[in-house]
Nanobody, 115 residues
Framework: QVQLVESGGGLVQPGGSLRLSCAAS????????MDWYRQAPGKQRQLVAA???????NYVDSVKGRFTISRDNAKNTVYLQMNSLKPEDTAVYYC?????????WGTGTQVTVSS
């Protein structure tokens, strides 16, 4: 069993930055691939960034060059550094842990980009 707790969301002006964190409790964090998803009001949940257990990363086109996903296996934590934020980045951001036998979701953290 893995519990995921996101933090770091908030209100930021366009062009600003935030760093989201996702702390995982339970065992074998390093065996999971980790993702960040987001869901804006009235829209489907969207994969934003992913990092494999080996450290390879992938991003949706709309955040490439602005967002960076990273992980610290010693701290059981995955991060999402978000720079040059835009109003269209406003959403609830969710952490997701996955491997072949199961997957887990956090409860989300709200990010609002507005002047």
């Amino acid at each position: 069993q893995v519990q995921l707790v996101e933090s770091g969301g908030g209100l930021v002006q366009p062009g600003g930055s935030l760093r989201l964190s996702c702390a995982a409790s339970g065992s074998a964090f390093s065996s999971y691939h980790m993702d960040w998803y987001r869901q804006a009001p009235g829209k489907q949940r969207q994969l934003v960034a992913a990092i494999t257990r080996g450290g390879s990363t992938n991003y949706v086109d709309s955040v490439k060059g602005r967002f960076t996903i990273s992980r610290d296996n010693a701290k059981n934590t995955v991060y999402l550094q978000m720079n040059s934020l835009k109003p269209e980045d406003t959403a609830v951001y969710y952490c997701h842990a996955r491997r072949s036998d199961n997957d887990y979701w956090g409860t989300g953290t709200q990010v609002t980009v507005s002047s």
